[in-house]
């Protein structure tokens, strides 16, 4: 546990002055774009970072939309703490035919954010609140600003640790939004007993899942936590309908090292 909430809070909140300060160049192709959007059930402003596939303007084909969390660690080494996951870059070298809208984490709210229920130690459970602001706010301004495919299928939720978390319950929450995840070392331990009852209670899942984590992620709950989840929901699912997978890294650690390298297969299993 101690393990488990140094490396929580280094990743993302210790933005610290020397990093900040340090003269990184932007890495960010000329693809990714930002704009800032009100979320009232927030109470906030987001910053939102989209990108775009090349030909984009070019063309009027419509695209599928996958909503990321964590936007500063996706795009840009300027605006990342320990690396960023080069999503333009893989993207653009696989002439992906899809839409990324990043969005950025609250800072000191980040664990109320992306967490689903509160921790009796850690607090949070503002989840709720935070994917009806991707729901009713930016998937409708998202769906009118640029040409998206807006149905289930071609709707994606992506995240690692504690957006792992919220992503998994994003299929659950809204399965008639959501209709694919990827689940990076998901957090799960934050919300162990809740989210295994509510998946046991919940209808059979029809999202198509990629489960993600590494052997070496200094937490020993992880690889058990995700194999319950995933043993509960492929009982309530035809195996031959191939909806999940579950991919364990060896020597893969809880850092975005593990989840740029793993972005890739993710996405190519999803789509």
Same mark, same amino acid.
């Not at 140094?6 to 990184?24: E, P």
């Not at 939102?48 to 063309?59: E, M, Q, T």
């Not at 080494?77 to 696989?94: C, F, M, P, R």
């Not at 990629?210 to 009982?235: K, M, Q, R, S, W």
């Given at each position: 546990?101690?393990?488990?909430?140094?490396?929580?809070?280094?990743?993302?909140?210790?933005?610290?002055?020397?990093?900040?300060?340090?003269?990184?160049?932007?890495?960010?192709?000329?693809?990714?774009?930002?704009f800032t959007i009100k979320a009232p059930q927030l109470n906030t402003d987001k910053k939102i970072w989209i990108y775009l596939p090349k030909k984009y303007d070019s063309s009027k084909k419509k695209?599928?939309?996958?909503?990321?969390?964590?936007?500063?660690?996706?795009?840009?080494?300027?605006?990342?703490?320990?690396?960023?996951?080069?999503?333009?870059?893989?993207?653009?070298?696989?002439?992906?035919?899809?839409?990324?809208?990043?969005?950025?984490?609250?800072?000191?709210?980040?664990?109320?954010?992306?967490? +689903?229920?509160?921790? @009796? !130690?850690?607090?949070?459970?503002?989840? #709720? $609140?935070?994917?009806?602001?991707? &729901?009713?706010?930016?998937?409708?301004?998202?769906?009118?600003?640029?040409?998206?495919?807006?149905?289930?299928?071609?709707?994606?939720?992506?995240?690692?640790?504690?957006?792992?978390?919220?992503?998994?319950?994003?299929?659950?929450?809204?399965?008639?939004?959501?209709?694919?995840?990827?689940?990076?070392?998901?957090?799960?331990?934050?919300?162990?007993?809740?989210?295994?009852?509510?998946?046991?209670?919940? +209808?059979?899942?029809? @999202? !198509?899942?990629?489960?993600?984590?590494? #052997? $070496?992620?200094?937490?020993?709950? &992880?690889?058990?936590?995700?194999?319950?989840?995933?043993?509960?929901?492929?009982?309530?699912?035809?195996?031959?309908?191939?909806?999940?997978?579950?991919?364990?890294?060896?020597?893969?650690?809880?850092?975005?090292?593990?989840?740029?390298?793993?972005?890739?297969?993710?996405?190519?299993?999803?789509?």
């Amino acid at each position: 546990m101690i393990q488990r909430l140094a490396l929580f809070f280094l990743v993302f909140f210790a933005f610290s002055t020397t990093f900040a300060q340090q003269a990184i160049l932007s890495t960010a192709s000329k693809q990714v774009a930002t704009f800032t959007i009100k979320a009232p059930q927030l109470n906030t402003d987001k910053k939102i970072w989209i990108y775009l596939p090349k030909k984009y303007d070019s063309s009027k084909k419509k695209y599928p939309v996958i909503y990321m969390h964590d936007a500063q660690n996706l795009f840009d080494a300027k605006t990342s703490y320990v690396g960023e996951w080069n999503i333009d870059e893989k993207l653009d070298s696989l002439n992906a035919q899809v839409i990324i809208v990043g969005i950025e984490h609250g800072n000191e709210k980040r664990i109320d954010e992306l967490t +689903p229920f509160k921790n @009796a !130690k850690y607090s949070g459970g503002n989840a #709720d $609140n935070y994917l009806r602001f991707i &729901v009713e706010t930016l998937k409708p301004e998202i769906d009118k600003k640029y040409r998206t495919k807006i149905n289930t299928r071609n709707t994606s939720i992506f995240g690692s640790s504690l957006g792992g978390l919220v992503s998994y319950f994003a299929v659950i929450k809204y399965p008639e939004i959501f209709g694919k995840a990827g689940v990076f070392s998901p957090s799960f331990w934050f919300n162990r007993k809740e989210i295994n009852e509510l998946t046991q209670k919940n +209808p059979p899942l029809k @999202a !198509k899942i990629y489960f993600l984590c590494g #052997d $070496n992620e200094g937490d020993a709950d &992880v690889i058990p936590d995700l194999n319950t989840i995933h043993n509960l929901i492929t009982a309530k699912r035809d195996a031959n309908l191939n909806l999940s997978k579950i991919r364990i890294v060896k020597g893969g650690q809880h850092n975005e090292k593990l989840w740029r390298d793993g972005f890739v297969k993710a996405y190519l299993w999803l789509f």
